[in-house]
């Protein structure tokens, strides 16, 4: 293609955008709400698999060393745990502290009292993993270790919590690609009907000698301005909405972990250029084509 092609289709399909600025502005709006609510719902989601990942994270895997494992060659341990791969952290309790905390709990001194020249209480050390979905290879691996006198896990726990957000990405995704098909038909309908109020300058571009190719260039171009500018519409808004409305909501429940806007801005951006552009020009792309049979 020619660049004064190009500079052409350019310049017509900006001029195209402001003559019929009522109509494009309605796509905009339009594509941008389908944006914005995509973009809200994949926000949610996000929030729901990491309330759900940090709640997991906080069931902690507990093991017990053997009683022939003194004090030194127990605190040194904890450097052979933090080597394997899938451990995140570990915390040391002695002896002497877990027979504290046992009486602490039991709300009795007398039982510190009466033990604490012949502690009963194993070293132990308090794991959290980094991937849950690997929790089982880690528990077997660490009953395997010869220091290791008993792992106290809920390996149940863990997979129903894995069950559970593994349903709620497999909602998220269903939902998100039903909504992106909506936002489809409704913006196909809005550049169909923009398209329909200007058939007859499709019909008197053709009669005196413009290629469909050509015809097709400005308003794909149209196309790919309304979907940008979309875009950067929706994510102004996903951005006011999610950090100043939803989060400060989310705040206030204890239990809600949420993602950080400021991790996932570039994301969106990019995304929603992307989504915004292809939107834009493959719609207008095949609604132009049956205007084209004149």
Known sequence: MKKGNIRYFLKEGAANFRLHRIMTTAAVMMLAACFL????????????????????????????LQDYVDDISAEDFG??????????????????????DFSENLGSEEIYNSYVDDNPIRHSYHIIVRDLNAVEDTVEELRAMPQIARVRASIETVNTFLKFRNVTMFIGIALVVILALI??????????????????????????????????GSFLVEG?????????V??????VLYQFLLVP????????SYVSFGSVWHLFLIGYLVAGMLYGLVISFFTIKKFLRV
Not at 234 to 239: D, K, P, V
Not at 249 to 256: N, R
């Open 37 to 64: 609510v995509i973009g809200t719902f994949v926000m949610i989601v996000a929030d729901i698999n990491k309330t759900i990942d940090d709640v997991g994270m906080q069931n902690e895997i507990v093991i017990f």
């Open 249 to 256: 909501e989310m705040s206030l429940i204890t239990l809600i």
């Open 79 to 100: 450097y052979t745990l933090m080597d394997m791969e899938n451990i995140a952290s570990v915390k040391f309790v002695s002896r002497d502290e877990g027979l504290k």
């Open 224 to 232: 790919g301005i309304i979907g940008l500018l979309s875009a950067l």
């Open 183 to 216: 936002a489809a038909v409704i913006v196909s309908n809005t550049i169909r009907l923009t398209t329909f109020a200007r058939r007859e300058e499709i019909a008197i571009m053709k009669m005196v000698g413009a290629t469909n190719r050509f015809i097709r």
């Open 234 to 239: 929706a994510y102004a808004l996903l951005f």
